[in-house]
Nanobody, 124 residues
């Protein structure tokens, strides 16, 4: 059974940093493309970062590029999201999700395994 459990969320002031973790079980994170997706209050799900398993290619949403870093530790079977220079607009529930493929194709519909999410609140 595929399971994804996020942790590391919390309350942080603007400009602060957080590192999210996503512990996976039932599969290995280096076998599929892995992503981070967020949902802000009253808004739709928004993809923010992906790492492919087939070529380790990493892609980001433009608004987080240079501030967020996605990575994985194959020995711990865990996905990470390092978030720096956080802004008020980054407030959301953050989810990790696995793709059905080895390469993320830009569609949320190919994500076939999701965690329950972790809340990130950026506030002064």
């Amino acid at each position: 059974e595929v399971q994804l459990v996020e942790s590391g969320g919390g309350l942080v002031p603007p400009g602060g940093s957080l590192t999210l973790s996503c512990a996976a079980s039932g599969f290995t994170v280096n076998s599929y493309a892995m992503t981070w997706v967020r949902q802000a209050p009253g808004k739709e799900f928004e993809w923010i970062a992906a790492i492919n398993s087939i070529d380790d290619k990493i892609t980001y949403l433009d608004s987080v590029k240079g501030r967020f870093t996605i990575s994985r530790d194959n020995t711990k079977n865990t996905l990470y999201l390092q978030m720096n220079s956080l802004k008020l607009g980054d407030t959301a529930v953050y989810y990790c999700a696995k793709d059905v493929e080895e390469s993320y194709g830009g569609r949320l519909t190919t994500l076939n395994g999701w965690g329950r999410g972790t809340q990130v609140t950026v506030s002064s």
